[in-house]
Structures are given as C-alpha cells and as structure tokens.
C-alpha cells in the first residue's frame, strides 16, 4: 500500500557525488522509517541508512558514515541519500524502503549506482 520509486543513479567518478532519490505515495501516514540499502552482485543485501520520516533521527552503516547522508523533505515525501566521496566498493543496486511496522517493509525496484575507478 506504500509505493516507492528511485531516481538519481547512474555514472560517477570515485571521489565525486551523486544525489539519490524516492519519491513515497500510497498510505504514508503508516510509515515511521524511510531508508536506503543496497546490493551488489553475488552479495547479499545490506542496510545503508534510515530515517525517522519527520526527519529527526538517522543511522548509518559504518562503510558509509560520514560520506552519506539520508533526509526528507518537509511533508516526507521524498527520502534523499546524498552520496559523496564515493569509491567503487559502493557501486550497487541502490533499493529505496519503508518500514511500515516491525515486520513489514515496502520496497522500490532499484536503481544502479556505479562508481568508476
């Protein structure tokens, strides 16, 4: 009941930044944490950060802290994941989420990151 779509990926130089972004419909007012993990092939998926949808509390995974970081927008909306010094280990499928309570999630379909070397 919650839909997800991903935009912003592509191409981007190691070192350089890239702004992702979810667009979130559907029955939001269910939602307490928006957020972002990702996969790359032959790996399993892994969390990359969330966000408190009024935008007052963010985790980050360690491989990422201090080079990313998740907002929303004033009505939440939309979920950021501003990405910069990036390095080709964080080339993936970048996955957009939302928590709906402890054991549901809603998820979008994607969108490639690739960072070349």
């Known amino acids: 009941q919650v839909q997800l779509v991903e935009s912003g990926g592509g191409l981007v130089q190691a070192g350089g930044s890239l702004r992702l972004s979810c667009a979130v419909s559907?029955?939001?007012?269910?939602?307490?944490?928006l957020g972002w993990s990702r996969q790359a092939p032959g790996k399993e998926r892994e969390f990359v950060a969330r966000?408190?949808?009024?935008?007052?509390?963010?985790d980050y995974a360690d491989s990422v802290k201090g080079r990313f970081t998740i907002s929303t927008d004033n009505a939440g909306n939309t979920v950021y994941l501003q990405m910069t010094n990036v390095n080709p280990e964080d080339t993936a499928m970048y996955y957009c989420?939302?928590?709906?309570?402890?054991?549901?999630?809603?998820w979008g379909k994607g969108i490639q990151v690739t960072v070349s070397s």
């Open positions: 989420n939302a928590q709906i309570s402890a054991t549901v999630k809603s």
């Open positions: 559907g029955r939001t007012v269910s939602i307490n944490y």
């Open positions: 966000i408190l949808r009024n935008g007052r509390r963010a």
